[in-house]
């Protein structure tokens, strides 16, 4: 996994307790991502959750 900070590869530390996040309705539906979003551990940044793609600007 990926450190938003620096770049550098590190593998699973732990996981965020659950998030949500609001989508486009779809059909009248609401429509709600829910994750646990994991967290890599770097030596100079610390624990960090990744980048998930739908939690971006415009993803």
Sequence with gaps: MEVPECGTEWGLY???PERS???L???QYKTI??????R????????RVV???W???GG
């Design 40 to 47: 890599s551990n770097c030596e100079k940044h610390g624990p």
């Design 14 to 16: 732990d996981h965020q």
């Design 21 to 23: 996040w609001r989508h």
């Design 51 to 53: 980048k998930l793609p």
């Design 33 to 38: 991502v829910h994750a646990e979003p994991p």
């Design 55 to 57: 939690a971006e600007v």
């Design 25 to 27: 309705d779809t059909c």
